[in-house]
């Protein structure tokens, strides 16, 4: 998604994020990061409760190299999954993902925590595997940082990240809301475009018919709606049937084909497909979380 890194930026500002963090960090002492799905640097570098041992190793490229490396490994865990790495010292890490319908815009990040006590063995192996790299430290500084380390049970632990993929599944929605209200201003033919979208979207709407209501060739209304929407024009308009289908589907005794077919759709198969795509579960599915909610 194009513009999946402004949306994460944007939701990173948001109060209702920097309230969740601040109350994170304070019932926690653990720090908390919202990245896009890119790897630019560690995630926790220079955050609050940064774990002090990172924070040392951080300093060093061929530690860095190893952080970076763990960083890879948990976006790479189960698709649309949460994940958790534990690194070369020991110290778990766990990536919790954020959606837009089943795609992954980024990941609400925490970690660096030990699950059980550190000991002098297992600082004597950390400082062999640095030793070997040739990282040059303080190693009285690096195992004083070393025992310092967070520790949580493992129950504690996993009702930490149980919490994020609440916050994330909140953080979801408000994605989903501004990938498709769009809070900037747009060119009038975008705003006509969406208008006759939103009037017509019951109807058949072909993307050269598109163009010709708006009187502009075809590949300069698909230049400029995506330059504006972050979209195709056939996705946006798939978006809006959706969002529709997802009111519709709110009254129980309305049948799947019969909400397809209302809101434009010519075969239950493609809106289940479709509807899959963008929500992250079938029309069925949907219903039945929402009214169990």
């Not at 994460?8 to 994020?17: D, E, N, P, T, Y």
């Not at 010292?89 to 993902?97: I, K, M, Q, R, W």
């Not at 504006?228 to 519709?248: C, Q, S, V």
Request: hydrophobic share 40%; glycine share 4%.
């Amino acid at each position: 998604m194009q513009k999946s890194a402004e949306i994460v930026q944007q939701l990173s500002r948001s109060q209702i994020f920097r309230d969740y963090e601040l109350a994170f960090n304070q019932a926690t002492d653990l720090p908390l990061a919202f990245r896009p799905h890119e790897i630019w640097q560690p995630a926790m570098r220079g955050k609050k409760n940064e774990n002090p041992f990172c924070a040392l190793m951080a300093k060093s490229s061929r530690s860095c190299a190893a952080c970076l490396q763990v960083q890879q490994e948990l976006i790479e865990g189960e698709p649309g999954e949460s994940h958790s790495v534990m690194c070369f010292a020991g110290l778990c890490d766990t990536a919790v993902p954020v959606k837009v319908g089943a795609e992954v815009i980024g990941f609400l990040q925490t970690g660096q925590v030990a699950l059980r006590k550190p000991t002098s063995a297992g600082f004597s192996k950390v400082a062999q595997q640095l030793i070997l790299w040739g990282v040059k430290v303080d190693l009285n500084e690096l195992q004083d940082a070393y025992f310092h380390s967070k520790i949580l049970a493992k129950t504690q632990y996993e009702a930490m990240v149980r919490l994020l993929e609440i916050f994330a599944k909140h953080l979801s929605v408000m994605a989903n809301q501004i990938l498709v209200e769009k809070r900037y201003e747009e060119p009038p033919m975008i705003t006509r475009a969406k208008q006759f979208i939103g009037e017509h979207q019951v109807e058949e709407i072909s993307l050269d018919q598109m163009a010709k209501t708006l009187n502009v060739s075809t590949f300069y209304f698909c230049k400029m709606f995506k330059k504006a929407t972050g979209l195709t024009f056939t996705d946006y308009l798939a978006r809006t049937r959706i969002e529709r289908a997802k009111n519709l589907l709110l009254n129980p005794n309305a049948r799947v084909s019969e909400v397809a077919y209302d809101c434009g759709f010519v075969s239950l198969t493609h809106f289940n497909r479709v509807f899959k795509r963008i929500v992250g579960k079938s029309p069925t599915v949907y219903r039945r979380t929402v009214r169990s909610s």
